[in-house]
Antibody
Framework: EVQLVESGGGLVQPGGSLRLSCAAS????????MNWVRQAPGKGLEWVAN????????YYVDSVKGRFTISRDNAKNSLYLQMNSLRAEDTAVYYC????????????WGQGTLVTVSS | QSALTQPPSASGSPGQSVTISCTGT?????????VSWYQQHPGKAPKLMIY???KRPSGVPDRFSGSKSGNTASLTVSGLQAEDEADYYC?????????FGGGTKLTVL
């Protein structure tokens, strides 16, 4: 069974940093592009970033460029999102999701981890 | 990277059909046949319902169908059932990045 389990969320002050993790199991992690998708409270879904199977290609939504960094460790079947210079508008549930290619759909999702940016 | 445009709400009675539209540009929906649709119930993670415009993953009822014309994609739910009440989001490939629609709340009357 495919499982994606996010962790690392919590309360952080504006300007602070947080590192999210996503532990994958039940599939060959290194064969998939991996994504972060977020959802602000009561709002819609927003694609945040993705990373190629070998980690050599990474793409971001404009609003997080220069502040967030996506990475992966295929040996540990793990995906990460380093979030710096956090803003109130980054408050959201962050989901990790897999896709076979960058154009492929998100066919499996984690349960999400809540990040709250507030003083 | 502008969000795709969806109507905020849609509704229909049990057994009826409802269609949700999703409008983008030639840089996303119009440029690729990589539109997908997701269903999200309150407090749950999204679930893939349609991919590559009109394909259904295994396990998704054939009451769900998708189509595309130009820069607009559509999701049709036929034979509405109570459990179809949820939020629906479209998504399109936009050349290495992805973009979602704002979401449509589907109410089964």
């Amino acid at each position: 069974e495919v499982q994606l389990v996010e962790s690392g969320g919590g309360l952080v002050q504006p300007g602070g940093s947080l590192r999210l993790s996503c532990a994958a199991s039940g599939f060959t992690f290194s064969s998939y592009w991996m994504n972060w998708v977020r959802q602000a409270p009561g709002k819609g879904l927003e694609w945040v970033a993705n990373i190629k199977q070998d980690g050599n290609e990474k793409y971001y939504v404009d609003s997080v460029k220069g502040r967030f960094t996506i990475s992966r460790d295929n040996a540990k079947n793990s995906l990460y999102l380093q979030m710096n210079s956090l803003r109130a508008e980054d408050t959201a549930v962050y989901y990790c999701a897999r896709a076979l290619f960058d154009w492929s759909p998100f066919d499996s999702w984690g349960q999400g981890t809540l990040v709250t940016v507030s003083s | 990277q502008s969000a795709l445009t969806q109507p905020p709400s849609a509704s229909g009675s049990p057994g009826q059909s409802v269609t949700i539209s999703c409008t983008g540009t030639s840089s996303d929906i119009g440029g690729y046949n990589y539109v997908s649709w997701y269903q999200q119930h309150p407090g749950k993670a999204p679930k893939l319902m349609i991919y590559e415009v009109s394909k259904r993953p295994s396990g998704v009822p054939d009451r769900f169908s998708g189509s595309k014309s130009g820069n607009t994609a559509s999701l049709t739910v036929s034979g509405l059932q109570a459990e179809d009440e949820a939020d629906y989001y479209c998504n399109s490939y936009a050349g290495s990045t992805k973009v979602f629609g704002g979401g449509t709340k589907l109410t089964v009357l």
